[in-house]
């Protein structure tokens, strides 16, 4: 599991990937109502009861508003950076919350929690069918009886990876107050054989050309892949979504976001 180098910059990892509410900073609508859209969807199941595990929990974009509607929720994450900041926004917002450093492979929290998180695309950076094997049994070990594992992860979408060419292309804009607009393109190739997606960021703002290159490396996880993995984990798919806004799932759907329970 290869970490992103962006997770070791967090003030700008919140930058590009922002909470929605009072963000001004997002400007394409679409990408907002996003954001919002998942914001709104943990929210609504963290609040169907907790304490709530989150995975890959990040700087706490998730994790901070939860604590703050009451309920009791941990945040794991591998990235000690984040989880500094993490704690930071805590702290400002005047919640206690517990965060671990740990691998979603392989934690062990010694308890068991009623439901278990795993939100965006953070299943993407387990590059082997291994990989997502042991986190998915590590994260049964972790659920309670009756308990639901809910987790997000992009749908592959063929004819994008069949344009994933390695030319630099505009992702997406966001308006930073000491920078002004930066400019996020994405260039990317795809080995089909491995389902390794190379992707590298140029981030450019006025008067200051790529002055971030990140290159990192995802795993393209097809539902296949979701449905042999939780089955062999012991789970049992309850609902599958194919967006945030509980939309059914479809072939072409752009997410896969299921809800869970131990079969």
Same mark, same amino acid.
């Given at each position: 599991m290869q970490e992103c180098l962006l997770y070791s910059e967090p003030?700008?990892?919140?930058?590009?990937?922002?909470?929605?509410?009072?963000?001004?900073?997002?400007?394409?609508?679409?990408?907002?109502?996003?954001?919002?859209a998942s914001e709104q969807f943990y929210l609504e199941e963290a609040a169907k009861g907790g304490p709530v595990l989150e995975l890959a929990c990040g700087t706490g974009r998730l994790t901070v508003?939860?604590?703050?509607?009451?309920?009791?929720?941990?945040?794991?994450?591998?990235?000690?950076?984040?989880?500094?900041?993490?704690?930071?926004?805590?702290?400002?917002?005047?919640?206690?919350?517990?965060f671990v450093q740990a691998d979603m492979r392989s934690f062990d929290l010694s308890r068991q929690f009623p439901i278990i998180f795993i939100a965006g695309n953070s299943l993407q950076h387990?590059?082997?069918?291994?990989?997502?094997?042991?986190c998915f049994d590590c994260v049964r070990r972790h659920l309670a009886w009756g308990g639901r594992l809910v987790f997000d992860v992009a749908n592959p979408d063929p004819r994008q990876l069949e344009r994933d060419t390695g030319q630099?292309?505009?992702g997406f804009r *966001?308006? @930073?107050?000491?920078?002004?607009?930066i400019t996020l393109e994405e260039a990317a190739t795809y080995?089909? #054989?491995? !389902?390794? =997606?190379?992707?590298?960021?140029?981030?450019?703002?006025?008067?200051?050309?790529?002055?971030? *290159?990140? @290159?990192?490396?995802?795993?393209?996880?097809?539902?296949?892949d979701v449905m042999q993995a939780l089955e #062999?984990? !012991?789970? =049992?798919?309850?609902?599958?979504?194919?967006?945030?806004?509980?939309?059914?799932?479809?072939?072409?759907?752009?997410?896969?976001?299921y809800i869970c329970s131990s079969s």
């Open positions: 003030e700008l990892y919140d930058l590009l990937f922002p909470n929605a509410k009072g963000n001004t900073s997002v400007q394409d609508p679409v990408r907002w109502e996003r954001l919002a508003p939860i604590a703050q509607r009451g309920t009791e929720i941990v945040g794991v994450d591998n990235s000690s950076s984040m989880l500094e900041t993490a704690r930071t926004k805590a702290e400002a917002a005047g919640v206690r919350v517990e387990l590059l082997t069918a291994e990989d997502l094997q042991q630099r292309a505009v *966001v308006n @930073d107050a000491e920078r002004g607009e080995d089909p #054989a491995t !389902g390794i =997606r190379h992707v590298v960021w140029y981030l450019s703002a006025p008067g200051a050309p790529d002055f971030r *290159v990140i @290159d990192y490396i995802l795993r393209m996880t097809s539902p296949a #062999a984990a !012991g789970f =049992r798919v309850d609902t599958r979504y194919g967006e945030y806004t509980r939309i059914p799932f479809e072939p072409a759907s752009p997410r896969q976001v």
